[in-house]
């Protein structure tokens, strides 16, 4: 009962994803990305004896995405966008320093797409993808006024942590896509791309201070436009 209940839910999919719809010369996308991107977690040096604070502020986003529309609901493509974390700037994260914290991502993805609505100018759609990323994460610390660096006795910015690493990523998003005459078209996307968790090496003065690395991941909410046109069948 279950596998006949499966066969009947899988051939009803099917078939919604095959509502026509999609002319034909529309088969190809490729668009070009531009946007934000706000990192959502925290960084924690508690093993070097300082806290937590974000590991970004909000900041750019381009890239280029290509998809081809295997069916009139459904396309396939890949994509990739590189993002450059604004510096954040803490007191909290070492006691007695000021703390800078930069780093950007470039990711690679596989995606898959659902659309809604294929038969109108305006149309909703959700979209996944699963790849590989490159991220790097820099930490420069600079001693207070009234502190210094007890093996030299100056002040000097001094890197604890530089490196860069690459792992798994995935998004999940959400967007409205326009067309623009025959062969062009613009959209606009928001969501989650989920970076996979690493640990980010310390420099020779970070493990001085006593800190071996920084690890975790990195959950981007993105939010973008795109304009691009379509071609071929």
């Not at 499966?6 to 990305?33: D, F, K, P, Y």
């Not at 986003?61 to 993002?83: H, S």
């Not at 623009?180 to 640990?199: C, D, L, P, R, V």
Request: hydrophobic content about 40%; proline content about 2%.
């Amino acid at each position: 009962m279950k596998s006949r209940t499966l066969i009947l839910v899988g051939c009803l999919l099917l078939s919604w994803l095959g509502t026509t719809g999609v002319r034909a010369e529309t088969a190809h996308r490729l668009g070009l990305n531009l946007g934000l991107a706000a990192p959502l977690n925290e960084l924690d040096l508690g093993s070097a004896g300082g806290g937590k604070d974000d590991i970004g502020e909000a900041g750019g986003l381009i890239g280029a995405q290509y998809l081809y529309q295997a069916w009139p609901r459904l396309a396939f493509g890949v994509e990739m966008n590189y993002t450059k974390r604004g510096d954040k700037d803490s007191q909290v994260l070492i006691p007695g320093a000021a703390t800078n914290i930069s780093g950007n991502s470039l990711t690679a993805l596989g995606l898959a797409r659902v659309s809604f609505r294929v038969d109108k100018k305006a149309r909703p759609y959700l979209l996944g993808g699963f790849g590989m990323h490159k991220s790097k994460v820099a930490i420069k610390v600079t001693p207070n006024l009234g502190y210094t660096w007890a093996n030299t006795g100056t002040r000097e910015q001094r890197t604890f942590v530089e490196g860069s690493k690459s792992g798994l990523a995935g998004a999940l998003r959400g967007g409205m896509e326009f067309d623009m005459g025959e062969s062009g078209f613009i959209g606009f996307e928001g969501g989650w791309t989920i970076i996979s968790e690493a640990t980010y090496d310390a420099t020779a003065a970070g493990q001085t201070a006593g800190l071996a690395g920084v690890k975790g991941g990195i959950t981007n909410f993105d939010l973008f436009g795109r304009i691009g046109f379509k071609f071929g069948d």
